[in-house]
């Protein structure tokens, strides 16, 4: 059974760092972070294919840093240079596809979601 378990999330200040863990059983998987802030849709925020190929969505990018450790079964987001609207429940997911997907359709285990609160 594929698990993912994202730990990490809390209330900071604008202009402060955070860093997300997520756990991951079984794979090999590419792993994504999603987010969804209250009334909008869930977003891609960065995904790492197992081989450690990243990507990023705009308005994260120079930010935020996606990798992977522990043998390939934790993924981390570094999360620096928050800003309010930054401010959202984080999703960890899995696709077994073998390449980058940026959609939420293309993943098909979820962990639980963790909140992340910026306030400026």
């Known amino acids: 059974q594929v698990q993912l378990i994202e730990t990490g999330g809390g209330s900071v200040q604008a202009g402060d760092s955070l860093s997300l863990s997520c756990a991951v059983s079984?794979?090999?998987?590419?792993t994504g972070w999603f987010r969804q802030a209250p009334g909008k849709e869930r977003e891609f925020v960065a995904a790492?294919?197992?081989?450690?190929?990243?990507t990023y969505a705009d308005s994260v990018k120079g930010r935020f840093t996606i990798s992977r450790v522990n043998g390939k079964k934790s993924v981390y987001l570094q999360m620096n240079s928050l800003k309010p609207e930054d401010t959202a429940v984080y999703y960890c997911?899995?696709?077994?596809?073998?390449?980058?997907?940026?959609?939420?359709?293309?993943?098909?285990?979820w962990g639980q979601g963790t909140q992340v609160t910026v306030s400026s």
């Open positions: 790492i294919t197992w081989s450690g190929a990243t």
């Open positions: 997911a899995a696709s077994t596809s073998g390449r980058i997907v940026g959609t939420t359709a293309g993943y098909a285990f």
């Open positions: 079984g794979g090999p998987f590419t």
